[in-house]
C-alpha cells in the first residue's frame, strides 16, 4: 500500500476555483463511498474546509491512484479542459504523510498555528469511519496526526498566539467600520465559522446580532449566546435592509445574497452603507455587489 493526497488550497487555487471542487458536507460519505468503489483505493479520507479539499488515500497502484483522484476533481468541477490540473498537488509516500502532519498541525494553514484546522481533520476522518473506507494505513496515519497534531499545540503553544478566519474577518470589519456598538449587524449561517464569529464580534462590543439560518433551532442556539435575533434564511430580507454589517459563512451551493437582490434593498437604506464579509466556500455572495453604490 502506498499513501498519496491529491489537493488544492489557498495557495495554488483562487477562491472561484475552490469552490467548484468543495463537497457539502451532506455529501462527504457518499463522495467517499464513491472513491472507495474504485479498485485503485483502498482507504480515503476527504477533508474539506474554506481553505482546502484534499483526498488521502491508500492505494495500491500509485498511478492509477493518483489519476483516479484527479478524474474525480475535474468531474467535480465540471471540468471539461482540464484547467482544474494546474491547481492540484500531489504528495506520495513519507511527503504524503509529512504533509498531513503539516496541516493537523497547524503549521499549513493561512492563519499559521490556528486550532480549527485540527477539529475539521479529526471531523473528516470521522466521516471517513462513518463511511467505512478506510484500511489499516489511513487509519493509522490520521490517528497519529491527530496524536502529533494535540503534542505540537501543547509543547509548542502555537496556538496560544494565533488566530482565525473568523477572528481577522471581525479585526477586518473594525477597521472600515469602527466600534460595533452602535451597529447592526447580520450573521448569515449558524455553524463553526459562525459562532466564532460571533464570539469575537461579541468580545469587541457587537449588542445588535441577528442569526439567520435554514433552521431556525439552529440559528436560536448561536442568537441566544449573544443575546441576539433568530430569523430564517428566508425571511432575512427585512434584517438585511437595516444592516451595516453582514458576515456570511452558509453550506449553501449557490449563492445566498446576489447582486439583483442587493440592489432592491440598497434602493431602501437612503444612502445608508453596507460592509459584507463573505467567509463560505463555495461564497454565499455574489462578487459583483461590490460594483453597487454603498456596497463594500
Same mark, same amino acid.
Not at 483526498?55 to 467535480?76: C, H, M, P, R, W
Given at each position: 500500500?502506498?499513501?498519496?493526497?491529491?489537493?488544492?488550497?489557498?495557495?495554488?487555487?483562487?477562491?472561484?476555483?475552490?469552490?467548484?471542487?468543495?463537497?457539502?458536507?451532506?455529501?462527504?460519505? $457518499?463522495? !467517499?463511498?464513491?472513491? %472507495?468503489?474504485?479498485?485503485?483505493?483502498? =482507504?480515503?479520507?476527504?477533508? /474539506? #474546509?474554506?481553505?482546502?479539499?484534499?483526498?488521502?488515500?491508500?492505494?495500491?497502484?500509485?498511478?492509477?491512484?493518483?489519476?483516479?483522484?484527479?478524474?474525480?476533481?475535474?468531474?467535480?468541477?465540471?471540468?471539461?479542459?482540464?484547467?482544474?490540473?494546474?491547481?492540484?498537488?500531489?504528495?506520495?509516500?513519507?511527503?504524503?504523510?509529512?504533509?498531513?502532519?503539516?496541516?493537523?498541525?497547524?503549521?499549513?494553514?493561512?492563519?499559521?498555528?490556528?486550532?480549527?484546522?485540527?477539529?475539521?481533520?479529526?471531523?473528516?476522518?470521522?466521516?471517513?469511519?462513518?463511511?467505512?473506507?478506510?484500511?489499516?494505513?489511513?487509519?493509522?496515519?490520521?490517528? $497519529?496526526? !491527530?496524536?502529533?497534531? %494535540?503534542?505540537?499545540?501543547?509543547?509548542? =503553544?502555537?496556538?496560544?498566539? /494565533? #488566530?482565525?478566519?473568523?477572528?481577522?474577518?471581525?479585526?477586518?470589519?473594525?477597521?472600515?467600520?469602527?466600534?460595533?456598538?452602535?451597529?447592526?449587524?447580520?450573521?448569515?449561517?449558524?455553524?463553526?465559522?459562525?459562532?466564532?464569529?460571533?464570539?469575537?464580534?461579541?468580545?469587541?462590543?457587537?449588542?445588535?446580532?441577528?442569526?439567520?439560518?435554514?433552521?431556525?433551532?439552529?440559528?436560536?442556539?448561536?442568537?441566544?449566546?449573544?443575546?441576539?435575533?433568530?430569523?430564517?434564511?428566508?425571511?432575512?430580507?427585512?434584517?438585511?435592509?437595516?444592516?451595516?454589517?453582514?458576515?456570511?459563512?452558509?453550506?449553501?451551493?449557490?449563492?445566498?445574497?446576489?447582486?439583483?437582490?442587493?440592489? %432592491?434593498?440598497?434602493?431602501?437604506?437612503?444612502?445608508?452603507?453596507?460592509?459584507?464579509?463573505?467567509?463560505?466556500?463555495?461564497?454565499?455572495?455574489?462578487?459583483?455587489?461590490?460594483?453597487?453604490?454603498?456596497?463594500?
Amino acid at each position: 500500500m502506498f499513501p498519496v493526497v491529491v489537493g488544492l488550497n489557498y495557495r495554488t487555487a483562487p477562491v472561484e476555483v475552490r469552490e467548484k471542487v468543495s463537497v457539502h458536507h451532506s455529501q462527504i460519505v $457518499k463522495t !467517499l463511498k464513491k472513491l %472507495k468503489d474504485s479498485p485503485a483505493i483502498e =482507504g480515503v479520507v476527504l477533508l /474539506s #474546509t474554506c481553505n482546502r479539499l484534499e483526498i488521502y488515500a491508500s492505494t495500491k497502484d500509485l498511478e492509477v491512484g493518483i489519476q483516479t483522484i484527479k478524474d474525480f476533481l475535474q468531474n467535480q468541477a465540471q471540468d471539461t479542459e482540464q484547467k482544474i490540473l494546474d491547481y492540484l498537488y500531489v504528495y506520495t509516500m513519507y511527503q504524503a504523510i509529512q504533509h498531513l502532519f503539516k496541516v493537523a498541525s497547524g503549521l499549513d494553514s493561512m492563519v499559521l498555528g490556528e486550532s480549527e484546522i485540527l477539529g475539521q481533520v479529526a471531523r473528516a476522518y470521522e466521516l471517513s469511519c462513518e463511511a467505512d473506507v478506510n484500511n489499516k494505513m489511513t487509519n493509522v496515519m490520521f490517528q $497519529k496526526a !491527530l496524536a502529533v497534531g %494535540k503534542r505540537v499545540r501543547t509543547e509548542t =503553544g502555537i496556538d496560544h498566539y /494565533s #488566530t482565525s478566519i473568523s477572528y481577522i474577518a471581525v479585526e477586518l470589519a473594525k477597521q472600515v467600520v469602527g466600534d460595533f456598538e452602535d451597529k447592526k449587524i447580520v450573521i448569515l449561517g449558524a455553524g463553526e465559522m459562525s459562532t466564532l464569529t460571533m464570539k469575537h464580534l461579541v468580545a469587541h462590543g457587537a449588542l445588535t446580532i441577528a442569526v439567520s439560518n435554514r433552521s431556525l433551532d439552529r440559528a436560536k442556539i448561536l442568537a441566544d449566546e449573544c443575546g441576539g435575533q433568530a430569523v430564517l434564511l428566508k425571511d432575512v430580507d427585512a434584517y438585511l435592509a437595516k444592516a451595516d454589517l453582514v458576515f456570511s459563512a452558509t453550506a449553501s451551493k449557490g449563492f445566498i445574497i446576489t447582486s439583483e437582490k442587493l440592489q %432592491k434593498l440598497m434602493k431602501t437604506r437612503a444612502n445608508q452603507p453596507m460592509l459584507l464579509i463573505d467567509i463560505a466556500v463555495p461564497r454565499d455572495i455574489e462578487p459583483s455587489v461590490g460594483n453597487i453604490e454603498g456596497v463594500t
